[in-house]
């Protein structure tokens, strides 16, 4: 779950509702899209160093944004160059 929410925000900052809704609907026949697991995911990439979030506020709502760090990007990069 990790490297996939790496790889999405690579193509896009997104909100951790955005990266549910994502996975949902494009991938859910290869992995959960429920909020735990993908609350789960954000905390220990935010947690190792590999996003970031920005939190904002629309109304009376909280949005946090999350982004891809350099030390993500270069995580990301590896894993994808395994065999």
């Given at each position: 779950?990790e490297?996939?929410?790496?790889?999405?925000?690579?193509?896009?900052?997104?909100?951790?509702?955005?990266?549910?809704?994502?996975?949902?609907?494009?991938?859910?026949?290869?992995?959960?899209?429920?909020?735990?697991?993908?609350?789960?995911?954000?905390?220990k990439?935010?947690?190792?160093?590999?996003?970031?979030?920005?939190?904002?506020?629309?109304?009376?709502?909280?949005?946090?944004?999350?982004?891809?760090?350099?030390?993500?990007?270069?995580?990301?990069?590896?894993?994808?160059a395994?065999?």
């Amino acid at each position: 779950m990790e490297y996939l929410i790496l790889g999405l925000l690579i193509l896009s900052p997104m909100t951790g509702y955005d990266l549910q809704q994502f996975i949902k609907q494009n991938l859910s026949l290869i992995c959960s899209h429920s909020a735990g697991s993908v609350q789960t995911a954000l905390n220990k990439l935010e947690r190792d160093g590999r996003i970031t979030a920005a939190e904002t506020r629309e109304g009376n709502r909280r949005k946090k944004t999350f982004s891809i760090t350099e030390t993500g990007r270069a995580a990301f990069q590896g894993w994808v160059a395994q065999p």
